[in-house]
């Protein structure tokens, strides 16, 4: 399988390039976002590649970096979400406003993207597996946008032992304690240790 690419970009279109390598030319679908990178640059460049095998084709993604990569593969495990619909999503969000969008639930940035919709939106926001690729990977912005959306809560007293049982139930730290101090702002004050653990989980489970 191929796993990187490196050539001439010999042509440009709409949903990939063709990336003369060796006299070779490969035709690579990227994001518009890794097509635009290409196009402001000169000489060699380097691809990593995903390639995917059906009965009808081969077909290379190509990407900027393993962080755009990582994103293509997680979301195309979601449900309805194919490696075409996923270049849409990265064509429009970088991995890292991706990861910000997911971890906050803000179903609105991501349904913004143009040609992804309301539904898949949802879908992907919601998607326990794309909750716990977006914990630990979204960063505030240079401009700090996207900090207080994506840090990790500080949780004590009764909501530090919700977050320990659901960790104890398997679910990694930083996740447990978001999806308990988002459990106990719809709560409000005065939430028990059980309520609390049973609309966490609520929050927690796959939709």
Avoid at 22 to 50: F, I, P
Avoid at 59 to 82: N, P, S
Wanted: with cysteine.
């Amino acid at each position: 399988m191929i796993g990187s690419l490196k050539g001439f970009v010999e042509s440009v279109h709409e949903g990939g390039c063709v990336l003369d390598v060796g006299g070779v030319g490969y035709l690579v679908h990227c994001s518009r976002k890794t097509l635009d990178w290409l196009t402001a640059r000169e000489g060699v460049q380097k691809l990593l590649v995903e390639t995917r095998v059906s009965q009808d084709a081969i077909t290379l993604f190509g990407f900027l970096d393993a962080q755009e990569r990582e994103a293509f593969l997680a979301l195309i495990e979601v449900k309805t979400v194919g490696p075409q619909k996923a270049l849409v999503v990265l064509s429009g969000l970088t991995p890292n406003q991706l990861a910000q969008a997911i971890a906050a639930k803000e179903r609105k940035r991501l349904s913004d993207v143009k040609g992804l919709g309301a539904a898949t939106a949802t879908r992907i926001v919601d998607e326990p597996a794309m909750q716990k690729w977006a914990i630990g990977r979204a960063m505030p912005d240079e401009d700090g946008v996207g900090a207080v959306a994506i840090a990790v809560p500080v949780v004590a007293g009764v909501e530090a032992d919700a977050a320990s049982a659901l960790t104890n139930l398997g679910w990694k730290r930083p996740e447990a304690a978001a999806a308990v101090a988002r459990a106990a702002k719809r709560l409000g004050e005065g939430a028990t240790l059980n309520t609390l653990i049973t609309e966490a989980l609520k929050d927690m489970a796959p939709r």
